[in-house]
């Protein structure tokens, strides 16, 4: 198998491009698939793979060969301004999406607790996750977070004793400590 291998920037993006015969195509994938369990990636050696925040394959088929091309991206750590002086653009869910799938999440986790039945698991799950990225934009509510995660806490407390009344009342405290921000800062 032949690679020919390019470097990308510094520790912000990985990539590596092989040329190789169709025939050893097979072998590359699961040599991504080691590299991404954290084991030795064969031919992606090269490719750091590891708390990638996004990885995009392509493969290409020219004169009879295959030209494989992987870019990892990762996210940059703690702030730190790139070399252009100006702040790196945030990596993880945007503030919207986040808030929209929360509103639609909430709505179906409350109306199944005053229905008197516990939430989807999976769903409460998500909601109790979501809440917690929440809860992690500065200047969006900064005062309601600590008592929204006292109530979070609570709801996850409830939710795993599948006590029905301490759910109804997180569910509550939730949703008072949500209207209040709402009112200041929506």
């Known amino acids: 198998m032949e690679t020919g291998r390019t470097a990308g920037k510094a520790a912000r993006e990985s990539r590596v491009e092989l040329s190789l015969i169709s025939e050893s195509l097979p072998q590359v994938f699961r040599d991504l698939a080691a590299a991404l369990e954290g084991g030795p990636g064969g031919a992606l050696d090269g490719v750091d793979l590891h708390g990638c925040a996004k990885l995009k394959v392509e493969v290409r088929r020219k004169a009879g060969r295959a030209v494989v091309k992987l870019k990892a991206k990762h996210e940059e750590s703690g702030g730190a301004a790139s070399p252009s002086g100006r702040q790196p653009k945030a990596v993880g869910p945007k503030y919207g999406p986040l808030k929209k799938r929360l509103k639609r999440s909430w709505k179906v986790v409350r109306e199944a ?72 800062y929506k």
Request: hydrophobic share 50%.
């Open 113 to 184: 607790v005053l229905a008197g039945r516990a939430p989807d698991a999976a769903l409460a799950e998500a909601f109790v996750a979501d809440s917690e990225r929440m809860v992690a934009f500065p200047a969006k509510g900064d005062e309601y977070y600590a008592p929204y995660q006292a109530a979070l806490e609570s709801f996850r407390a409830a939710l795993k004793s599948g006590d029905a009344v301490a759910l109804r009342a997180a569910c509550d405290e939730l949703e008072r400590v949500k209207v209040q921000c709402h009112a200041r």
